[in-house]
């Protein structure tokens, strides 16, 4: 209880710093949001994390990923930077980390692992678009598999988040809850990433299909967009709705992920399915949708 106590505190100090400082996230052209709100919210978990979970592998592991990201905060890095990055750190935990690698059951090469952890990353990233989104997603998934300081130190800082937000998760922050929660999940499902891709469902789905979408209309799958999920039910019914639908539906995969039982992934195609469906219904403008 006290990470989220701490971490509510130092949210607060470091948003007053980052107004004097001019550390804000500025609205442009690809950002839904109408005035600079501070990226602070990673940095505040990561110093929670830094007192109570310092010896803590996945938190160990997260590190490179969350200086990579405040750099990208504060320098918008190239994608090959961070691409470049991210597998290393994938290759470092697949090193360190002694753990048979498995899809459903069955063994795979330990490098579909450091294929996996870039995606799962970069979908973490992905999702990080609508106030509370990752934020939500990432609580109650922490919460799943035990990892319970990760998940009051992000307790602390939601009602920051929550739209309309005052503190942005930031790069930072995408990066070190995608490093965090990808390494933990692999463990926690004794390194399937079958069952851990279940349980991280949303941010995948969301990873695949903004890069099909993107390859589709011919442009460069790894550039930023307006056109996730979570951009366009947003503008067709508000953001408090699309945050409590978006999160219902992790929800769901979260608990699709931990029965470890195969042929649920026929209910994550189903559910996948009703999120592409409704998706294309709204980007069509279709007024006669209600939810």
Same mark, same amino acid.
């Given at each position: 209880?006290?990470?989220? %106590?701490?971490?509510?505190?130092?949210?607060? !100090?470091?948003?007053?710093?980052?107004?004097?400082?001019?550390?804000?996230?500025?609205?442009?052209?690809?950002?839904?949001?109408?005035?600079?709100?501070?990226?602070?919210?990673?940095?505040?978990?990561?110093? $929670?994390?830094?007192?109570?979970?310092?010896?803590?592998?996945?938190?160990?592991?997260?590190?490179?990923?969350?200086?990579?990201?405040?750099?990208?905060?504060?320098?918008?890095? @190239? &994608?090959?930077?961070?691409?470049?990055?991210?597998?290393?750190?994938?290759?470092?935990?697949?090193?360190?980390? $002694?753990?048979? !690698? @498995?899809?459903?059951?069955?063994?795979?090469?330990?490098?579909?692992? !450091? %294929?996996?952890?870039?995606?799962?990353?970069?979908?973490?990233?992905?999702?990080?678009?609508?106030?509370?989104?990752?934020?939500?997603?990432?609580?109650?998934?922490?919460?799943?598999?035990?990892?319970?300081?990760?998940?009051?130190?992000?307790?602390?800082?939601?009602?920051?988040?929550?739209?309309?937000?005052?503190?942005?998760?930031?790069?930072?922050?995408?990066?070190? =809850?995608?490093?965090?929660?990808?390494?933990?999940?692999?463990?926690?499902?004794?390194?399937?990433?079958?069952?851990?891709?279940? +349980?991280?469902?949303?941010?995948?789905?969301?990873?695949?299909?903004?890069?099909?979408?993107?390859?589709?209309?011919?442009?460069?799958?790894?550039?930023?967009?307006?056109?996730?999920?979570?951009?366009?039910?947003? /503008?067709?019914?508000?953001?408090?709705? $699309?945050?409590?639908?978006?999160?219902?539906?992790?929800?769901? +995969?979260?608990?699709?992920?931990?029965?470890?039982?195969? &042929?649920?992934?026929? =209910? &994550? !195609?189903?559910?996948?399915?009703?999120?592409?469906? $409704? &998706?294309?219904?709204?980007? /069509?403008?279709?007024?006669?949708?209600?939810?």
């Amino acid at each position: 209880m006290w990470e989220a %106590i701490i971490s509510f505190f130092l949210t607060s !100090v470091l948003s007053v710093f980052a107004k004097k400082t001019g550390f804000l996230d500025h609205p442009d052209s690809r950002k839904s949001h109408g005035r600079a709100v501070p990226p602070v919210g990673g940095v505040s978990i990561f110093l $929670t994390l830094l007192i109570f979970e310092r010896d803590n592998p996945f938190f160990l592991f997260s590190i490179p990923l969350f200086l990579l990201g405040l750099l990208d905060d504060l320098f918008d890095l @190239s &994608y090959k930077i961070k691409l470049a990055v991210t597998t290393l750190v994938a290759v470092w935990f697949s090193t360190a980390v $002694t753990i048979e !690698v @498995s899809i459903f059951g069955a063994r795979i090469h330990p490098v579909f692992f !450091v %294929i996996w952890f870039v995606g799962m990353v970069n979908a973490f990233n992905a999702v990080d678009g609508l106030d509370g989104l990752l934020s939500g997603i990432s609580l109650f998934s922490s919460l799943m598999i035990g990892e319970r300081s990760l998940a009051f130190s992000i307790i602390g800082f939601l009602p920051w988040n929550l739209p309309d937000a005052k503190v942005f998760l930031g790069n930072s922050g995408s990066f070190l =809850l995608g490093a965090y929660l990808s390494t933990a999940s692999v463990v926690f499902f004794e390194g399937d990433l079958g069952y851990a891709t279940l +349980f991280l469902g949303f941010p995948f789905y969301e990873i695949v299909f903004s890069f099909v979408r993107r390859l589709v209309v011919k442009k460069n799958p790894f550039s930023p967009d307006e056109k996730h999920t979570h951009h366009v039910f947003s /503008r067709k019914i508000g953001k408090w709705k $699309t945050l409590l639908i978006l999160v219902s539906f992790s929800l769901m +995969f979260n608990l699709l992920g931990l029965s470890q039982k195969f &042929y649920l992934i026929l =209910l &994550y !195609v189903v559910l996948c399915c009703v999120l592409l469906f $409704t &998706y294309c219904v709204l980007q /069509r403008g279709d007024g006669n949708l209600k939810l």
